[in-house]
């Protein structure tokens, strides 16, 4: 198998889940549902283009971004100023890969997620909370997948997020990420990846219980050279009602670029902003990712 495919299974699991922590963080520091983010849009052109019939394999991912929270979406669905606090987020993964000998037709995955966030808000009245930092919650979990034809994929995968991690950046609640993953190749160099799921969500520390989020995330890429890849992004999710936190949604599209490096090495750029809202935080990120393979 091409060096681009073994690249592109690294990322079938979970990996916005962790990004999604980081942006709560903030929501928890300022109590305002308009900071989280739409869950699930690292993913990437070919995220879950994956094989069957494998030999295990190892990967290391190490994803960062950028979010300025310049604006936010309010009850009105109008963008308003934000709280002006900029999220620095690095997000260090560690997958293996392996089809079981039971059945050499499916694939299996196993991944560890850590966090690692900054939050900078040189306005809070708190000079305490002017820029904090430290280690956010875990999130661990399987995938599991087939292909329906020689170019497609379609799986399922469920993390569970632990509420253990430093005081001034954890979220405090469990979470179970859930979703459908899938990818079909059109011809001519274009294809589809996507996912559709569901994140259930425990009380926090301080009794607050957030809604339960529902989101789809959605990649159109075109494979225009060996070893370039620009895509479209599409991302949404809709956020029930809960305990101090009234419903949202958000509606954010973005713009990247794959690159393949030399051997098994890769880098994904993006920018992603905001398009429509409702109490939700205004996108406005940059995003990479790259990854080692072994």
């Not at 995220?47 to 190490?62: A, H, K, S």
């Not at 190749?185 to 957030?210: C, I, K, L």
Request: net charge negative; hydrophobic share 35%; proline share 4%.
């Amino acid at each position: 198998m091409s060096a681009w495919k073994k690249q592109s299974r690294t990322v079938c699991v979970g990996i916005r889940s962790a990004v999604y922590l980081a942006v709560m963080t903030a929501m928890v520091l300022s109590a305002s549902p308009s900071q989280a983010q739409t869950t699930f849009d690292v993913i990437g052109p070919k995220e879950y283009d994956l094989p069957v019939d494998f030999d295990p394999f190892n990967v290391f991912v190490q994803y960062a971004y950028v979010q300025n929270n310049a604006h936010f979406w309010d009850a009105g669905g109008n963008k308003v100023a934000g709280s002006g606090s900029q999220q620095i987020v690095g997000l260090s993964k560690y997958v293996r890969f392996w089809t079981p000998n039971f059945n050499r037709n499916i694939g299996l995955a196993a991944e560890v997620i850590q966090p690692e966030i900054a939050v900078r808000d040189h306005n809070n009245p708190d000079p305490d909370l002017r820029q904090i930092s430290g280690f956010g919650d875990t999130i661990t979990g399987f995938a599991g997948w087939y292909k329906p034809s020689e170019r497609s994929t379609l799986g399922i995968q469920s993390f569970l997020q632990i509420p253990w991690g430093d005081k001034d950046v954890s979220d405090t609640n469990w979470k179970n990420y859930t979703s459908l993953f899938y990818y079909t190749e059109f011809g001519g160099g274009f294809d589809f990846t996507g996912n559709t799921g569901v994140v259930f969500q425990g009380s926090r520390a301080n009794n607050v219980s957030p809604g339960t989020i529902y989101h789809t995330n959605n990649r159109w890429g075109y494979r225009a050279t060996n070893w370039l890849e620009p895509f479209l992004a599409l991302d949404w999710e809709y956020i029930e009602s809960g305990t101090n936190f009234p419903k949202s949604w958000a509606l954010d599209g973005g713009l990247g670029l794959m690159l393949w490096l030399y051997g098994d090495n890769s880098i994904t750029l993006r920018y992603s902003t905001s398009l429509a809202g409702v109490n939700h935080s205004y996108n406005d990120s940059w995003n990479l990712r790259f990854i080692y393979l072994w």
